[in-house]
């Protein structure tokens, strides 16, 4: 017996048919608009972040801020047993070093060096001369004050290393201020403004520890 065809099925079947090419036809067309905004994004972050630019020059400093910030952690954590100091050590380790990579990271992604010739803070607008006691940039310590805290044990570890780093944590809220005003990106605004933040929350915090151990910032 041969079946017949219903000419309502057949029309049907048309009408699936045209509207999956539709569909197709409409992510397509969504698709090619969509790559040139996305390319055009790209481009404008690039450019922005060029040699010389604030976003440049900030990561870079900042990078190297960070990177002591986290060596002094490291110091005071093998020096004490006191739980807050450790677990303040680790948050600025944990929490410094995945922004330092974030930092680097970008700089890799906009093809510019991780270094310059350029003096420290010229982004800023005003030079950092060396003054030759191992501090490149404001609020570091120098390398007598870290050989210091590497010698010194329990309370008084704690208490110079909450001094260097609320110094270290201050200048450090300058500079990310001076980021989130000048640097031309959205990944460094917003960056630095979570820096601004959680430093000054983290001063605050050093401020009630230090006083607890009879010390001033």
């Given at each position: 017996?041969?079946?017949?065809?219903?000419?309502?099925?057949?029309?049907?079947?048309?009408?699936?048919a045209?509207?999956?090419?539709?569909?197709?036809?409409?992510?397509?067309?969504?698709l090619m608009v969509g790559r040139p905004s996305?390319?055009?994004?790209?481009?404008r972050a690039a450019?922005?972040?060029?040699?010389?630019?604030?976003?440049?020059?900030?990561?870079r400093d900042m990078a190297i801020h960070h990177q002591q910030a986290?060596?002094?952690?490291?110091?005071?954590?093998?020096?004490?047993?006191?739980?807050?100091?450790?677990?303040?050590?680790?948050?600025?380790?944990?929490t410094q070093a995945n922004q330092r990579g974030m930092m680097l990271g970008w700089l890799e992604q906009w093809g510019l060096p991780k270094s310059s010739a350029e003096p420290p803070m010229t982004w800023m607008g005003h030079t950092m001369k060396p003054t030759g006691d191992g501090s490149l940039m404001?609020?570091?310590?120098?390398?007598?004050?870290?050989?210091?805290l590497k010698a010194a044990e329990g309370k008084a570890a704690e208490v110079l290393f909450l001094q260097l780093m609320t110094?270290?944590?201050?200048?450090?809220?300058?500079?990310?201020?001076?980021?989130?005003e000048k640097a031309g990106t959205d990944v460094i605004r917003n960056l630095a403004k979570g820096m601004v933040n959680g430093q000054?929350?983290?001063?605050?915090?050093?401020?009630?520890?230090?006083?607890?151990?009879?010390?001033?910032?």
């Open positions: 017996m041969t079946a017949v065809t219903s000419p309502f099925s057949s029309t049907r079947r048309m009408v699936l045209g509207a999956v090419v539709l569909l197709l036809a409409v992510g397509l067309v969504a996305s390319a055009s994004s790209s481009a450019q922005s972040a060029a040699e010389g630019s604030a976003d440049a020059g900030f990561a986290v060596e002094m952690s490291f110091i005071v954590r093998d020096r004490t047993e006191d739980e807050d100091v450790r677990r303040l050590a680790y948050d600025i380790i944990n404001p609020g570091m310590a120098t390398t007598a004050e870290l050989k210091e110094v270290h944590h201050r200048a450090g809220v300058d500079m990310a201020q001076a980021g989130a000054e929350s983290e001063i605050g915090l050093m401020a009630t520890m230090l006083k607890a151990r009879g010390a001033q910032p």
